[in-house]
């Protein structure tokens, strides 16, 4: 019990004074009492959490400053036993951390990420986000942007999917891509490949290429054209929700699904199904 209360006692004493002095008691108690358990319990808890974080052990070994710390770490530019960490708060005992060449304190520049989203009806943009982690990155991402935390967060979207609809699907942090979609969302071209039943003919085809009203309902025209006997590729500028299943009906065939393929000049390519990558510099809207 005696020296129990010792262990206890000096525990306590621990969070409110200086814990080197406390550690060579430690050191003392163990080896006065030889106690192998109450020394490898004592020795976990004073040296293994004897830890700071990552951001002020930067500071401490470059002289930076705080904020200059926060934009290293953040950017990727820290490695931590040889691997990068961005997450300031990281713990640091006696792991080996430097400084990658060619460092800069700056902010990270904004990103766009680009998802194939599965079928989502009435998803909410908290729901999509959710489908944006480093597990679901695509493994062949052409870009070669280095994947950090900080480029999950502040993400908007426009242009959402027919209902039904899965594929492309965009997320950016950068305020003039979210402009051009939305303030251009009435000249760019949207690309759907639809699946229907039904007999596909040029004659149908050529009919909802112009705009037309049925049954008192305005019916924007679309590019439409045969992929094979069950597939058309449609292209359209601003569709409104239903409108792609409404020309379809038109036209009597019947939508079984569709995906949005391209938007604009930015395609998804060979992207698997709720995976995504980045959207690389030089591809524009």
């Known amino acids: 019990m005696r020296k129990k209360a010792a262990i206890v006692h000096l525990l306590a004493v621990s969070s409110t004074h200086n814990r080197p002095l406390y550690n060579a008691m430690m050191l003392t108690h163990c080896i006065k009492h030889r106690d192998p358990v109450y020394c490898t319990l004592l020795f976990r808890f004073f040296l293994m959490t004897d830890s700071v974080r990552l951001s002020k052990h930067l500071i401490n070994l470059i002289g930076c400053s705080r904020r200059e710390a926060q934009l290293y770490i953040e950017g990727g530019w820290v490695l931590v036993d040889g691997h990068i960490i961005d997450e300031p708060q990281f713990p640091i005992t006696n792991q080996q951390v430097e400084l990658r060449a060619n460092a800069v304190a700056e902010p990270l520049p904004p990103i766009t990420l680009l998802l194939n989203q599965p079928q989502m009806p009435n998803a909410t943009l908290e729901q999509q986000l959710a489908l944006l982690s480093p597990e679901t990155h695509w493994a062949e991402d052409p870009s070669g942007i280095l994947l950090l935390k900080g480029h999950f967060a502040r993400l908007s979207s426009e242009l959402p999917l027919q209902e039904q609809a899965t594929g492309l699907q965009v997320f950016t942090q950068d305020w003039r891509t979210l402009r051009k979609l939305s303030d251009d969302r009435t000249r760019l071209e949207q690309e759907y490949t639809v699946q229907v039943t039904g007999e596909i003919s ?4 050529k009919r909802i290429t112009r705009a037309q009203i049925i049954n008192g309902v305005a ?67």
Request: charged residues 20%; contains cysteine; aromatic residues 4%.
């Open 202 to 205: 040029p004659a149908k085809l």
């Open 219 to 285: 019916l924007p025209g679309c590019k439409a054209s045969q992929q094979n006997e069950q597939h058309l590729r449609m292209v359209l500028k601003d569709p409104s929700a239903g409108v792609i299943e409404r020309l379809c009906n038109s036209i009597d065939l019947q939508v079984v699904s569709m995906k949005r393929i391209r938007i604009g000049a930015v395609s998804m390519g060979k992207l698997p199904l709720g995976q995504w990558r980045y959207c690389a510099a030089t591809q524009k809207f």
